[in-house]
DNA sequence: ATAAATATTTACAGATCAGTCAATGTGAGG
DNA sequence: CCTCACATTGACTGATCTGTAAATATTTAT
C-alpha cells in the first residue's frame, strides 16, 4: 500500500470514528467505507487501536494547523490571535457535522490512565496549552502559563457545550470572558 | 421486583457504565455486577438504551442535588455558592475514580442529535444553567443569563480537562477566571 | 394449603465484534 | 514471457453483542 493510499485510509477511518464513534465503530463497517479490505487493513495497522492511534495523530497535526493558521490568519498581534481562537472556534462549530473534539471523544471511550489512546488525547492538550502559553508570554501577560491554562478551560467547555446544544454561541460566550482576562493583563 | 431493588439496580449500572463506558459495556457484565439476570433487567427495561435513559434520570438527580447542597453548605451569598461551585468540583476530581462527566459522555457516544440519551444529556446542562441564572439573578449581576453561561462554560472546561489530565488543578483555575467575572459585574 | 400471578433463571438466537488464513491478484526484475 | 515477492481478498473463527422463550422459583390471595 502506497504512502497516499495509507494516508487516504487513515483520513477516511477518521471520517467514520468521527461521525460514529470508536467503540460503535466496526472494523467491517471501515472496510466497507474505504473500500479497503479489513485483512489489508490489518497488513498495515496490528489493531483497531493503532489506526484509533494513527487517526489521532492525523487530527492532532490537521486540528492544530488549521487552528493555529487561522488565528494567524485573523490576527497580527499575540493578544489576538489568542481572542481570534474563538473565532476561529465559532467557524468550527457552525460546520456540518461538527461533534465535538475527537480528543475529548476518545479519552471518553478509553478510560484507562494507561491506555495508549487515553494518553495520546492528552498530549493533544497539551500542544495546545504549549501553543497558548507561547502566545501568552509573547503578548507580556503577567502570568503567561496560568491564562494559557484558564483560556484552554474556556476552549474546551465550548467546545463541549457546542456539541451537546448543537449551537455555537459559547464560542461567542468564551470570547468575551477571553476578552476579560485579556483586558486585565 | 421492588421500587428498592430496582433503584439499587440503576445505581449499580450507573457504577458500571460510568466506569466502563456505555457502548463498551455490555448487558451480561450489568447482569453479572449487579446480580440481577439479564430476562429479568430486560423486564423492567424495554432496551439498554432504556436502562440507560434511566442511569442518566438518576445522576441528573444525584449530581444536581449534591452540587447544589454543597455550594449552599460552602458560602451563604448567591455570588460566595457560584465560587463555591468551583471548589464541589475540586472535591469531585478528587475522588477515586472520577472519569469526567457522565453526560458528556453519553453525549459523546449517542451522537446522534435526535437520539433521547443525547438530549437528556443536554437536558442535564440545561437545568444546571438554568440554576446558575437563578444564582445570578440573586446575586444581581448586570447580564445574569450570559454569566451564568460563562460559568457554565467555565465547569465544563474543567471537567474535561481535570478528566483528560487525571488532575483537580482545574478547578481552581477555572474558579480565578469565576473570580474575575463576579468581581466585575 | 393451594392456585394464580409474577419474578427470575438458564439456554439460546441471530447479528456483529476483532482478528486470521488460505487463496488469488498484481507488479517488478530477469 | 516468466517468476517471485508482495498486496489484497472473501470466507472464516471464536467471542461477545442485544434481546428472547420456555421453564422454574417465588410471592400473593383466597
Redesign the pocket.
Known amino acids: 500500500?502506497s504512502r497516499n493510499?495509507r494516508d487516504e485510509l487513515i483520513r477516511n477511518a477518521l471520517k467514520i470514528f468521527y461521525r460514529n464513534g470508536f467503540n460503535a465503530?466496526?472494523?467491517?463497517?471501515v472496510a466497507k467505507e474505504t473500500?479497503?479490505?479489513?485483512?489489508?487493513i490489518?497488513?498495515h495497522f496490528?489493531?483497531?487501536?493503532e489506526l484509533i492511534l494513527a487517526v489521532l495523530r492525523l487530527r492532532d497535526e490537521d486540528f492544530r494547523n488549521w487552528l493555529f493558521r487561522r488565528m494567524e490568519d485573523l490576527a497580527d498581534t499575540p493578544q489576538g490571535q489568542l481572542l481570534a481562537m474563538f473565532d476561529a472556534l465559532e467557524e468550527w462549530f457552525a460546520e456540518d457535522g461538527y461533534q465535538g473534539c475527537m480528543f475529548v471523544k476518545a479519552s471518553a471511550e478509553f478510560q484507562d490512565a494507561e491506555n495508549a489512546i487515553n494518553r495520546q488525547s492528552y498530549a493533544h492538550k497539551v500542544l495546545l496549552e504549549d501553543h497558548l502559553t507561547r502566545l501568552t508570554e509573547a503578548a507580556g501577560c503577567d502570568a503567561p502559563r496560568a491564562l494559557a491554562r484558564q483560556l484552554l478551560i474556556l476552549k474546551e467547555g465550548a467546545i463541549v457545550l457546542a456539541a451537546m446544544s448543537h449551537d455555537k454561541a459559547p464560542a461567542r460566550e468564551a470570547k468575551s470572558v477571553a476578552q476579560q482576562l485579556l483586558s486585565g493583563a
Request: charge should be positive.
Open positions: 500500500m493510499k465503530t466496526g472494523m467491517d463497517l473500500g479497503v479490505s479489513k485483512t489489508s490489518y497488513n496490528r489493531t483497531k487501536d
